[in-house]
Structures are given as structure tokens and as C-alpha cells.
């Protein structure tokens, strides 16, 4: 009996020593940093979730725009939520931003930045500020940045993230954007993040010539992107994707 005992202590010591080594290489073979990194703190965390977003919700979607993407890589998306939903913040979804709105899914930030087809020297009008991550990624892309927000709660709030993200080229005011911000205009690129059922003919005023709006049209939740670009003499106005966002409100 004793002589049994003795040979299964035996044969589990063996094989945890042929076992031990094999673990600790395929840990420091495949997740060297990783294991690095989370031991400092969460927010390294949050570091792995966006480059996985990028990687699967943005790139692997078929967006290409190197500094579209470096600009996603980078943005601390979790700073613009509020506590409960920090860890969804890179979830492939539009998460509560209170005041029944939301900022949305990364993908379309992504779309919408992208298709704007925004340069670094360009002025941008978003409508729609919400949490501010999208006049975030904006700012980063383009040189000056104007967004306007209905809600004023949600304005103050955005403003102060953003000021506490150190962005200096990010002006956020309160209003109806239907009438556009026409102090600043003409803008190279208008994005809109809340749809009417028509787009503002302000906005199409103080478009650029050559510029490009990027806006979601349609009454109730049936919604496409229309992309729509000014030249000399006329608007072309090109219908791409299907869309959610919350309807643009009227003052
Ligand atoms: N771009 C935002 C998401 C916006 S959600 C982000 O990155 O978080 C849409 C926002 O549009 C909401 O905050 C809503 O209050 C705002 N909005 C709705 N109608 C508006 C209007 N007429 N003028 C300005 N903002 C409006």
C-alpha cells in the first residue's frame, strides 16, 4: 500500500517537471508583453482591447486610411464613457452616453472619419458631439475642429474630456446645428452623428467647394450615409451604407 503511494508521488513529481518548463516557454514565447503590461495596471489593459478593435472591427472591415487607423490605435476611447461602460468601451457597439444618446460603434467613427477623406491642413463641422470621441479622432486628422451639441449637459461634459485629453484644436458649442456654425465656415468636411430626414441646407452652405458631408438621412431608424461632395457647379450626392444613429432634434 504504502509502496502504491509512494510510486504515484513519484510519477506526479516527474511529470509536473516535464510539464513546468513547457508552460513557462509558451508563456514567454507568445505573451511576453501582454503578461508585461497588464502587470502594471488596467489601463494597459485598455491598450490591448483598442489595438484588437482596430485590428478586427476597423481594418479587417476593409478601412485603409493609415491615419484613420493610427489615429484609433490612439485615442483612449474608455476616457469619453462613463464608469459602468469603461469596460465596453471597445466593444464593437454604441454604448450610453446619458440623455438618451450614445456614441457610436467604433466602426462607423472610423467609416465616417475615412470617407470625409480629411487632410491635415482641413477645417471639420461635426453635428453632434455627444461624448466628443469622434470631434477626438477629428482633431487628430485635421487641423481645427467645430462641433456642435444640443444637449448642453452633454457639450460641457465633452468639453471638459477633451480639454483634459490636452486637444487645443476642438472648439465645442452648444446649438442647433441644422444652422451650421457660419462664423467658421467654409468647412473642408462636414460629419453629421445624428440624422434628419433631410440634410440642412445651411450645412450645405458652408461646405467647401471640394469639400465632402458625410451625414445619415432618413426619418425613424432606417437611415443611409449619404456622402455627398460639392464641386464648382454642382452636389453629387452618393448613397453608401445602412445606418443607426439617434434623429438630429430640432430646437
Ligand atoms: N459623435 C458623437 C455621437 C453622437 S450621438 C460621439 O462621438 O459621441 C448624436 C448627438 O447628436 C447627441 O449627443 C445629440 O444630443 C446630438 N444632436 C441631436 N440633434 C442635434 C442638433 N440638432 N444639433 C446638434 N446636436 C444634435
Same mark, same amino acid.
Given at each position: 500500500?504504502?509502496?502504491?503511494?509512494?510510486?504515484?508521488?513519484?510519477?506526479?513529481?516527474?511529470?509536473?517537471?516535464?510539464?513546468?518548463?513547457?508552460?513557462?516557454?509558451?508563456?514567454?514565447?507568445?505573451?511576453? $508583453? =501582454?503578461?508585461? *503590461?497588464?502587470?502594471?495596471?488596467? #489601463?494597459?489593459?485598455?491598450?490591448?482591447?483598442?489595438? +484588437?478593435?482596430? %485590428?478586427?472591427?476597423?481594418?479587417?472591415?476593409?478601412?485603409?486610411?493609415?491615419?484613420?487607423?493610427?489615429?484609433?490605435?490612439?485615442?483612449?476611447?474608455?476616457?469619453?464613457?462613463?464608469?459602468?461602460?469603461?469596460?465596453?468601451?471597445?466593444?464593437?457597439?454604441?454604448?450610453?452616453?446619458?440623455?438618451?444618446?450614445?456614441?457610436?460603434?467604433?466602426?462607423?467613427?472610423?467609416?465616417m472619419s475615412e470617407t470625409a477623406e480629411i487632410?491635415?491642413?482641413d477645417?471639420v463641422?461635426?453635428?453632434?458631439?455627444?461624448?466628443?470621441?469622434?470631434?477626438?479622432?477629428l482633431?487628430?486628422?485635421a487641423?481645427?475642429?467645430?462641433?456642435? $451639441? =444640443?444637449?448642453? *449637459?452633454?457639450?460641457?461634459?465633452? #468639453?471638459?474630456?477633451?480639454?483634459?485629453?490636452?486637444? +487645443?484644436?476642438? %472648439?465645442?458649442?452648444?446649438?442647433?446645428?441644422?444652422?451650421?456654425?457660419?462664423?467658421?465656415?467654409?468647412?473642408d468636411a462636414i460629419i453629421?452623428?445624428?440624422?434628419?430626414?433631410?440634410?440642412?441646407?445651411?450645412?450645405?452652405?458652408?461646405?467647401?467647394?471640394?469639400g465632402k458631408m458625410v451625414?445619415?438621412?432618413?426619418?425613424?431608424?432606417?437611415?443611409?450615409?449619404?456622402v455627398?461632395?460639392?464641386?464648382?457647379?454642382?452636389?453629387?450626392?452618393?448613397?453608401?451604407?445602412?445606418?443607426?444613429?439617434?434623429?438630429?432634434?430640432?430646437?
Amino acid at each position: 500500500m504504502n509502496f502504491s503511494w509512494a510510486l504515484i508521488a513519484l510519477l506526479s513529481c516527474c511529470l509536473l517537471l516535464i510539464a513546468l518548463p513547457s508552460c513557462a516557454g509558451e508563456r514567454s514565447l507568445h505573451t511576453p $508583453e =501582454i503578461l508585461g *503590461e497588464n502587470s502594471h495596471s488596467g #489601463r494597459d489593459q485598455f491598450e490591448i482591447e483598442r489595438q +484588437e478593435m482596430v %485590428e478586427y472591427q476597423i481594418r479587417d472591415r476593409g478601412i485603409q486610411d493609415q491615419r484613420v487607423l493610427a489615429t484609433m490605435s490612439k485615442v483612449p476611447r474608455h476616457e469619453f464613457v462613463e464608469s459602468p461602460w469603461k469596460d465596453f468601451a471597445y466593444s464593437d457597439r454604441p454604448l450610453p452616453i446619458g440623455h438618451q444618446q450614445t456614441i457610436s460603434q467604433p466602426y462607423i467613427v472610423a467609416y465616417m472619419s475615412e470617407t470625409a477623406e480629411i487632410s491635415p491642413d482641413d477645417k471639420v463641422l461635426e453635428i453632434g458631439t455627444g461624448c466628443g470621441y469622434q470631434a477626438a479622432i477629428l482633431g487628430e486628422i485635421a487641423k481645427e475642429v467645430y462641433s456642435i $451639441e =444640443i444637449i448642453p *449637459e452633454l457639450a460641457a461634459r465633452a #468639453r471638459q474630456t477633451l480639454s483634459q485629453l490636452g486637444y +487645443e484644436n476642438i %472648439e465645442v458649442k452648444t446649438g442647433d446645428g441644422y444652422q451650421g456654425w457660419v462664423e467658421h465656415a467654409p468647412y473642408d468636411a462636414i460629419i453629421v452623428t445624428a440624422a434628419p430626414e433631410k440634410i440642412p441646407q445651411a450645412l450645405i452652405e458652408q461646405l467647401a467647394t471640394k469639400g465632402k458631408m458625410v451625414i445619415p438621412v432618413g426619418g425613424g431608424w432606417h437611415q443611409d450615409i449619404i456622402v455627398l461632395t460639392k464641386t464648382e457647379d454642382r452636389i453629387i450626392k452618393e448613397k453608401t451604407i445602412p445606418v443607426r444613429f439617434v434623429p438630429m432634434r430640432r430646437k
